[in-house]
């Protein structure tokens, strides 16, 4: 198992620290699914198949992005680059995280970094603050990223509160045939319930539409396409 070391972010203390942000292929990134924000998917369908999850630990419904088929196995890193042009901000966070004031509250916390990740050094890569202990532009993007996906909480809570009122989700099975008889599936998926959503009618439609709800559900179908290019880079890794 990877050593994990958090500490809360310092001026002093972490002003020679450097982040190469050209390293993807690292163990945080060797995930196969990426939670994401309401907010992203119209950027994201565009390049990840996204599939509504649950949090095994509240139970509660998560958007993610499908990275790859087993756990550990990011098909989106090949040969040390990430075959995407828009990372999820959860990814791009990496290696920072938040440390709230207090469980459940957003509204308040400060920024922690794993000392122990890959990316971490002192010769290569952004610094973190300038000579007067000033936050670079880089960790200001970070900063920003944080922002965005505090901000962004409520909004995805009630996006997804609002699918499951409405009966618009639906567990699903994905089956990825790998070829010579490999077939692999995925469990714990969540679809967009389409026969529900094209019976939507009256107030129950009137509140989908005003809720943003129908636009999510097209954004979330739209990026099942994506489905087929994991599956062909499985297929790839397989035989090589």
């Given at each position: 198992m990877t050593k994990t070391t958090i500490e809360l972010l310092d001026s002093i203390q972490h002003k020679s620290l450097r982040i190469d942000t050209t390293?993807?292929?690292?163990?945080?990134?060797?995930?196969?699914?990426?939670?994401?924000?309401?907010?992203?998917?119209?950027?994201?369908?565009?390049?990840?198949?996204?599939?509504?999850?649950?949090?095994?630990h509240t139970g509660k419904f998560l958007f993610s992005a499908i990275l790859g088929i087993h756990s550990g196995q990011?098909?989106?890193?090949?040969?040390?680059?990430?075959?995407?042009?828009?990372?999820?901000?959860?990814?791009?966070r990496k290696p920072f995280q938040a440390m709230l004031e207090k469980e459940d509250s957003f509204s308040g916390g400060r920024i922690a970094i794993d000392v122990s990740s890959?990316?971490?050094?002192?010769?290569?890569?952004?610094?973190?603050?300038?000579?007067?202990?000033?936050?670079?532009?880089?960790?200001?993007?970070?900063?920003?990223?944080?922002?965005?996906?505090?901000?962004?909480?409520?909004?995805?809570?009630?996006?997804?509160?609002?699918?499951?009122?409405?009966?618009?989700?639906?567990?699903?099975?994905?089956?990825?045939?790998?070829?010579?008889?490999?077939v692999e599936k995925m469990n714990g998926l969540y679809a967009i319930n389409k026969k529900v959503l094209s019976s939507l009618t009256g107030v129950a439609l009137e509140e989908c539409h005003k809720a943003g709800l129908l636009e999510v559900c097209h954004l979330v179908m739209s990026s099942g396409a994506h489905v087929q290019k994991l599956i062909q880079w499985a297929r790839e890794v397989s035989s090589s």
């Open positions: 390293l993807v292929d690292v163990p945080h990134n060797h995930i196969n699914a990426a939670n994401v924000s309401v907010t992203e998917l119209a950027t994201l369908n565009h390049e990840y198949p996204i599939f509504i999850t649950k949090n095994p990011n098909l989106y890193i090949q040969e040390g680059k990430w075959k995407a042009n828009y990372l999820p901000l959860d990814v791009l890959p990316v971490i050094g002192t010769q290569k890569g952004e610094l973190l603050f300038d000579d007067e202990g000033k936050p670079t532009a880089y960790l200001q993007r970070i900063q920003n990223t944080f922002g965005q996906l505090m901000g962004s909480i409520k909004a995805t809570e009630d996006v997804l509160d609002g699918l499951y009122k409405h009966d618009l989700l639906e567990a699903v099975t994905l089956e990825f045939d790998l070829g010579n008889d490999n």
